[in-house]
């Protein structure tokens, strides 16, 4: 079985901080209470291979050619984002920690699987839920259903997906689950869950609409 080859990764998708501390960030810093905010929420790959059976294999994509998400379109839940890579720097990877900015695009871990033909991982793309808010990663949480279809826009072309799964999953147990095998093909999404955003992620799974089936 092989897991994602980035390992030993903490992804900090959604970080509601308490009173500025020494290192923050200007992002985090005086942000009035009244302010929506990111939901916190806390993400970690695999600290090393895990022995958790393989996920089975996604459909093989045919199509475009695999390059960079840059737009991701769920129209049943009324989800349309921009996605930008987020590629961990060295010092992102010694601390095990990425906080992306805070806006509400997607971000694509692009240290793992691209999309489309001749991909050879998983795909994730993470967003920002947020309190006090709507925001188009909540509807992970709140609208989307098995069966959905998922549009991924990239530099080659239009992939389209079908949710396979909808998941929660507590913050620090989630690095040891099956999302971080590796399955070329397969779309994973990650947001915090908009009912426990301190506890849990929300985790969809999505797999490759065959060209002939529509």
């Known amino acids: 079985m092989l897991v994602s080859s980035v ?82 720097t060295a010092a992102e990877v010694a601390s095990q920690s990425i906080v992306p900015p805070f806006t509400d695009d997607g971000y694509w871990l692009a240290s793992y699987g691209t999309p489309g033909a001749g991909s050879v991982n998983t795909t994730y793309i993470t967003g920002h839920s947020w309190e006090g808010r709507e925001a188009p990663f909540d509807r992970f949480s709140t609208s989307t259903e098995v069966g959905d279809t998922v549009t991924v826009t990239t530099k080659t072309g239009t992939l389209r997906y079908t949710v396979d799964s909808i998941t929660t999953h507590d913050k620090d147990t989630l690095k040891t689950s099956d999302i971080w095998n590796i399955t070329p093909n397969r779309l994973v999404i990650i947001s915090c869950y908009t009912e426990d955003p301190w506890g849990k992620n929300v985790v969809v799974t999505a797999s490759p609409v065959p060209p002939a089936a529509g």
């Open 7 to 88: 390992a030993a990764l903490v992804l900090v998708l959604l970080v509601l901080l308490p009173p500025l501390q020494q290192g923050s960030s200007a992002a985090d810093d005086d942000r009035p209470s009244s302010t929506p905010s990111p939901a916190p929420s806390v993400t970690s790959a695999p600290a090393s291979p895990s022995a958790a059976p393989a996920a089975p294999p996604a459909k093989a994509a045919a199509g475009p050619a695999a390059a960079a998400p840059t737009h991701i379109t769920v129209e049943a839940a009324g989800i349309d984002v921009a996605v930008l890579p987020l590629q961990p």
